[in-house]
């Protein structure tokens, strides 16, 4: 690759020298079952103030991830029925697309993990996804009610 003036930038994946990479995208494309979730997707959604350092990302319960963990990401596991829920494709900041959670399923998501969380992020997140227009808080208690959050959810989000 290196006549066509590229440089490797991941496993199997080249590109120019003076192209800023584009971290996400690039994890995106060496494990593509990956969804970026809790801190990572509520940076993709605007709901952090900054970039999350390790990523975070969900695979589904019995993935072997332990090659991603390795490149320092943090990996959550969802039971099958869960991994699926909220999915969607949104643009990394390199104008990339990627697979993320959806607002709604990063609500749920960092309220299962509460206790794991930076209080500062969860409350920043919480509050700016109350002023949200585009927030959704029909498919919000779909997805609390399907992950068994509803009473938690309702509580929060009724302080707000």
Not at 20 to 48: C, G, M, R, W
Request: hydrophobic share 40%; with cysteine.
């Amino acid at each position: 690759m290196k006549t066509a003036g590229l440089e490797k930038a991941a496993h199997g994946i080249y590109a120019a020298p003076d192209m800023l990479q584009d971290e996400i995208y690039l994890l995106q494309a060496q494990y593509p079952k990956v969804a970026f979730s809790h801190e990572a997707a509520l940076y993709l959604h605007n709901l952090a103030e900054k970039e999350p350092l390790p990523f975070t990302v969900t695979v589904q319960a019995g993935y072997n991830a332990s090659s991603i963990k390795e490149k320092g990401v943090k990996v959550y596991f969802a039971k099958k029925e869960w991994y699926e829920l909220g999915i969607t494709e949104l643009p990394s900041l390199g104008g990339h697309t990627i697979r993320a959670y959806d607002m709604e399923r990063t609500i749920c998501d960092i309220v299962r993990k509460r206790s794991e969380m930076d209080i500062a992020v969860f409350n920043y997140a919480l509050k700016e996804y109350a002023k949200r227009k585009d927030r959704d808080a029909a498919k919000l208690g779909r997805y609390a009610k399907a992950m068994r959050l509803e009473w938690k959810i309702d509580d929060i989000m009724g302080v707000l």
